[in-house]
């Protein structure tokens, strides 16, 4: 599966696009330094029933996108 059919399922899942993601983690403080997978991963299982992969693909669209390092 690429990268972008996980987004893509992400958004039919949850409704919520890959930019929303980012406004909604950068909102939490979730793109700040020092920030660790688990704490996004756990939010995001919480909040919107990802699985492990799914929630594990949006970290990587933090890390690629809003500079999560």
């Known amino acids: 599966m690429t990268f972008q059919a996980y987004l893509d399922n992400?958004?039919?899942?949850?409704?919520?696009t890959p930019d929303e993601f980012i406004k909604l983690a950068t909102a939490k403080g979730f793109t700040?330094?020092?920030t660790k997978a688990t704490q996004i991963t756990d939010w995001l299982k919480a909040d919107y029933q990802l699985g492990h992969g799914h929630a594990m693909a949006i970290v990587k669209l933090l890390k690629d996108r809003a500079g999560l390092t």
């Not at 992400?10 to 919520?16: A, E, P, Y």
Request: proline share 0%; no cysteine; glycine share 20%.
């Open 10 to 16: 992400i958004r039919k899942q949850t409704g919520v």
């Open 32 to 34: 700040n330094a020092g």
